[in-house]
């Protein structure tokens, strides 16, 4: 009884040498724990859900160099047309910094309903 705890000391320590049974051993043991564990014991750990910028804004660049923009709908409050290119110019700026919209375009569905703007911005 007494070898029997001389290994498991010496597995717990970590006493024995590269190349030994011993030493084999604990290393199968400690791979199988790490792949075989997540199976097994549940870590409550799940991905972080992305949470997309609240005016859901993507940038993406054009061949000539401008920056589009595309504005989701609920962003603006639709009214006069300068009313829209402050309102866009308001969500866009603190994304990319001093710009001045060139033109922009409502992207509408199927009915006509606007979905989206669609904005043409250079840099300052």
């Known amino acids: 009884m007494n070898a029997v705890w ?3 000391r010496g597995y717990i320590l970590w006493q024995y040498e590269r190349g030994t ?3 084999d051993i ?9 792949l075989f564990s997540p199976k097994v014991i549940n870590f409550n750990d799940k991905p972080i859900a992305r949470n ?3 005016t859901d804004v993507v940038v993406t660049a054009d061949p000539e160099g401008h920056l589009v923009y595309q504005v989701e709908a609920s962003a603006i409050s639709p009214a006069s047309e ?8 308001h969500i866009i700026e603190p994304i990319s910094g001093a ?23 250079k840099r300052d």
């Open 82 to 89: 300068v009313s829209v290119r402050e309102q866009l110019l």
């Open 21 to 23: 049974l011993h030493y």
């Open 26 to 34: 604990m290393v199968t043991l400690i791979i199988l724990f790490v």
């Open 99 to 121: 710009v001045s919209i060139v033109s922009y375009d409502p992207i509408v569905d199927g009915k006509g309903h606007v979905q989206g703007y669609k904005v043409l911005a």
């Open 52 to 54: 997309p910028h609240p």
């Open 6 to 8: 001389r290994t498991i």
